[in-house]
């Protein structure tokens, strides 16, 4: 680990002044990254798929929905904690690196840590109060798990402050290893366990779930103490309070539209629909993973070194990163969707189960027909957020998170979860339009795969 660290603090050095060289460089890091992520993330795939099927078939489609429909709110409620601190932590831990400006450095650590205590013990402090003291929150069925799945926002929030600097020191294939290659070969033997031992249901699923969120806090927490850089080590720190909290606001804003959107389809089945229902989406969006894998690395990757070409202005180098990005994401994506959306049923009865195939396989095909286009256009909404633009990937995806709840009201309570998967599809395509066209204005660049 410390070669790979001192390797990245060699790449941002302003000392290597050879233009060539940096590209050079930049172009031999940016794979190295990418073959490291992609490979956590291509092991996590069919850990992550084998994990569904255990929890599918031994909690049926109704505790498996009550599972999902539960997973897809904390997301939501932690959004305070873990939503656009880490994208707002990468891009100013990158540029505090690469200027060397250790006081400052260390200054918004401090300060993100100090936020995410106060905010995540607010929440659980208001569940109590509402939850159990007014008794205002439903306490049986799926609301019966959410006071155990509460507990995990506080881990999940300082774990996204430790990943998200490790981001912006330029290792991302480091950041991702709790997350994406530990937690879920946990998360397997776990589930897998407890199903043989027959004592698996929603609420130990759940627990579970609890665990992991801890392991990976445990784990970042190593990493993050291990890469920290040397010279911010009895630096007092240096704080901008005012600027970082203005630059938060439309990083948060965008986590939470971009959170509403990817999970309002679960919402509004659990709210609007059966239980099973929300199973079959749920069921939908891992074939929609699977399509969307390779712009996920992508995204993981390139992000700080989208920071450092727009700082520099290098158009030409910017252009490379977002078309040549997408082109190799769809290119990938491609036969993905084409197996998914021709053998889908077949697929999902051999891993899920008969009772699955019957609600989920339409939702499949939307799912990953709109996946398909999302990868098409590329990494759109890092493209303006890493280049000072958040703002403007607020405004499509707030466009696009009301399109989406529009289409869900309407759709969920006649067609169920092939109604959710509709609007996710065509909320999908839309925002992918709008942030195209204001990449195009605001960076004078084209992002999609093939223009």
């Known amino acids: 680990m410390e070669k790979e660290v001192i390797a990245c603090r060699r790449l ?59 997973m897809a709110l904390i997301p939501l409620i932690a959004l305070p904690v873990s939503g656009g601190l880490p994208q707002l932590l ?80 330029g290792m991302p294939a480091y950041a991702e290893i709790p997350g994406q290659l530990i937690q879920p070969a946990v998360m397997l033997v776990l589930f897998g366990t407890l199903a043989w ?16 969120a801890g392991l990976v806090f445990l784990i970042a927490s190593w990493m993050f103490f291990k890469v920290q850089p040397s010279k911010a080590k009895g630096v007092k720190p240096a704080y901008r309070l005012k600027h970082w909290k203005n630059a938060l606001l439309p990083f948060s804003l965008l986590a939470i539209v971009s959170a509403f959107n990817a999970q309002i389809g679960v ?40 920071v450092r070409a727009h700082r520099d202005r290098d158009r030409n180098l910017l ?20 197996v998914l959306i021709f053998w889908g049923e077949v697929l999902i009865r051999i891993a899920f189960g008969e009772d699955y195939a019957k609600i989920a396989y339409w939702p499949v095909v939307i799912v990953v027909v709109g996946q398909l286009f999302n990868v098409y256009f590329g990494s759109v909404g890092y493209l303006l957020s890493m280049s000072g633009y958040e703002r403007d990937t607020l405004k499509g995806l707030a466009i696009s998170v009301l399109l989406n709840l529009i289409l869900c009201l309407f759709l969920v309570p006649i067609f169920d979860s092939t109604g959710a998967a509709l609007a996710m599809a065509i909320s999908v395509l839309a925002w992918n339009s709008i942030l195209a066209f204001l990449v195009s204005k605001r960076l004078k660049i084209k992002c999609s795969a093939f223009r």
């Open 90 to 169: 990468t891009r100013e831990i990158a540029i505090f690196s690469l200027s060397r400006n250790w006081a400052l450095y260390k200054g918004v650590l401090r300060a993100s840590h100090g936020l995410v205590l106060i905010v995540a013990f607010s929440i659980l402090i208001t569940y109590w109060v509402f939850g159990v003291g007014l008794n205002i929150i439903p306490k049986e069925g799926k609301w019966g798990l959410l006071p155990i799945a509460l507990l995990m926002i506080p881990l999940v929030g300082l774990a996204a402050v430790r990943t998200g600097t490790i981001k912006g020191l």
């Open 319 to 338: 252009q490379n990163l977002a078309q040549r990005s997408a082109r190799g994401s769809f290119l990938i994506a491609l036969p993905v969707a084409l």
């Open 12 to 70: 941002i050095s302003p000392t290597r002044k050879s233009h060539g060289y940096y590209k050079l460089s930049l172009k031999k890091t940016l794979i190295k990254s990418f073959m490291g992520v992609g490979v956590m993330k291509l092991l996590s795939i069919p850990v992550g798929l084998a994990t569904s099927i255990i929890l599918a078939r031994t909690l049926g489609p109704e505790g498996f929905g009550q599972y999902a429909f539960i």
């Open 197 to 212: 031992l027959q004592v698996l249901d929603a609420k130990s699923a759940i627990l579970v779930q609890v665990y992991g």
């Open 267 to 306: 919402i509004a089945l659990g709210f609007l629909s059966t239980d099973e229902q929300v199973a079959a989406m749920r069921v939908a969006e891992r074939g929609g993973q699977f399509v969307t894998m390779s712009l996920t690395l992508v995204n993981i990757v390139i992000a700080p070194y989208i």
